[in-house]
């Protein structure tokens, strides 16, 4: 087996991750045909970690699988897919669930998490991937407690076209829905299952009734605002999503944040942030009962669906679906 620990942010800490090769000649010849191949990743949960630092919250973060699935599947690209260095890798879209709550709950002391993944290549031609599709099953422990997946593809030119236009597009659409007033005050952190306010990322949100229905607004104070979302780590959409989402399902169902969860989290990425304008979440319920009473999973504990939507005036550069569970 082929052993090695690549490069990661602080928060990932030390890690391995190991190649599992369907057949002796690619473990002796160290090439591989553009076929599934399949790895096994190990490390150990940070007991807290924020957007700068600490979170404070009660349940280990689903950014860490995703964020892990998504460093392997680059550093497997080149040595394992053949995928030429010119090429631009963009996720396209990812997710994460909890399958069972109480391996992610924080219990004072390190854990142990391991991902089994699957990368299968996509659209190959001469032998070489377009993109890569990996599944992965979460263990924290030792218990089966989760899954991550996501895709990448891999461009030879400018990954979102010319930006010009994209910007010009963004920017009338912002100037037009800036003319109606959006709230800029800011949740408390506890709000947001936060203790410092530098760690608060969105602003506190208003009704509207644009696409068909009511849904909450939120301006979005976030670094995703600068960058291409496809050609960066997912932090701040599911963070920002995150955050989004306790605070709707405090405001829809009354959940307590500081025992609420983001259980599964699913993001397609449509096209670039422009930075310097202005970035905002929409967000209504995805299922709403026509009792009026709250959703519950298998367990009887409260859940609710939604449906999110990163904007910049009317251009949609993301789009999410989450479950927030009250554990309860």
């Known amino acids: 087996m082929d052993t090695f620990t690549p490069t990661s942010p602080s928060y990932l800490g030390p890690h391995h991750l190991v190649h599992r090769p369907v057949s002796p000649e690619a473990f002796l010849l160290k090439a591989t045909a553009p076929v599934r191949q399949n790895f096994a990743f190990s490390a150990q949960l940070p007991e807290e970690r924020r957007v700068s630092g600490e979170s404070g919250s009660r349940y280990h973060d689903l950014l860490f699988p ?107 659409a912002a100037s037009a829905r800036d003319a109606d007033p959006v709230s800029t005050g800011m949740p408390l952190p506890e709000q947001v299952g936060r203790h410092d306010s530098r760690d608060v990322l969105v602003g506190l949100p208003e009704y509207a009734g644009a696409d068909g229905g009511d849904c909450l607004v939120f301006p979005l104070r976030t670094p995703a605002a600068t960058e291409a979302p496809g050609a960066t780590p997912p932090v701040p959409y599911l963070e920002a999503s995150r955050q989004v989402g306790l605070l709707a399902a405090a405001e829809l169902r009354g959940f307590v944040p500081s025992y609420a969860v983001l259980s599964r989290w699913r993001a397609t990425f449509r096209g670039p942030v422009e930075p310097g304008l202005p970035l905002r979440c929409s967000v209504r319920e995805g299922v709403r009962r026509t009792d009026g009473r709250v959703s519950r999973d298998e367990e009887g504990r409260p859940v609710i669906d939604l449906r999110l939507s990163f904007r910049q005036g009317d251009r949609v550069v993301a789009g999410v679906s989450a479950t927030v569970l009250q554990d309860c």
């Open 66 to 172: 995703l964020e892990s699935l998504r460093r392997t599947m680059l550093f497997a690209a080149r040595p394992y897919f053949r995928v030429p260095a010119d090429r631009r890798p963009v996720l396209a879209s990812g997710g994460a669930a909890i399958t069972r709550l109480d391996a992610w709950r924080r219990e004072g002391t390190g854990a142990a998490i391991a991902l089994d993944l699957g990368l299968t290549p996509l659209d190959v031609l001469g032998g070489v991937p377009r993109g890569l599709d990996c599944q992965a099953a979460v263990s924290i422990d030792g218990k089966r407690c989760g899954t991550a997946s996501a895709r990448l593809v891999f461009l030879a030119e400018d990954v979102h076209g010319p930006r010009a236009f994209g910007r010009t597009e963004s920017g009338e």
